[in-house]
């Protein structure tokens, strides 16, 4: 079993730059692909970025490529998000997941992730 804990949410006026950083607790993290998503009031969760269980290969929504950046340390059982020139549309719930799922395909579906963080909160100003 894998607990995991976001932070680094905030407020930030657009065109600013955030890093969300997620801890892991539990066995095994290097075995596991990691997700972030994100939930806008009134919409349904979605993908905003994947990451292999190695670092070796990462995934975007199409809506944040180029902006952010995932990226992991098994080393430190920590996964982070960079995001970068970021929109008032940006502002959501920030999730982390994991998941024992590898292809590319499933990655991007919130129902192959067995674990999941509280969030936390990003607000981005025009």
């Known amino acids: 079993q894998v607990q995991l804990v976001e932070s680094g949410g905030g407020l930030v006026q657009a065109g600013g730059s955030l890093r969300l950083s997620c801890a892991a607790s539990?066995?095994?993290?290097?075995?596991?692909?990691l997700g972030w998503f994100r939930q806008a009031p009134g919409k349904e969760r979605e993908f905003v970025a994947a990451?292999?269980?190695?670092?070796?290969?990462?995934y975007y929504a199409d809506s944040v490529k180029g902006r952010f950046t995932i990226s992991r340390d098994n080393a430190k059982n920590m996964v982070y998000l960079e995001m970068n020139s970021l929109k008032p549309e940006d502002t959501a719930v920030y999730y982390c997941?994991?998941?024992?799922?590898?292809?590319?395909?499933?990655?991007?579906?919130?129902?192959?992730?067995?674990?999941w963080g509280q969030g936390t909160q990003v607000t981005v100003s025009s």
């Open positions: 997941a994991a998941t024992t799922r590898f292809r590319a395909e499933l990655l991007r579906r919130s129902n192959v992730y067995d674990y």
């Open positions: 539990g066995r095994a993290f290097s075995s596991y692909s």
């Open positions: 990451i292999s269980y190695s670092g070796g290969s990462t």
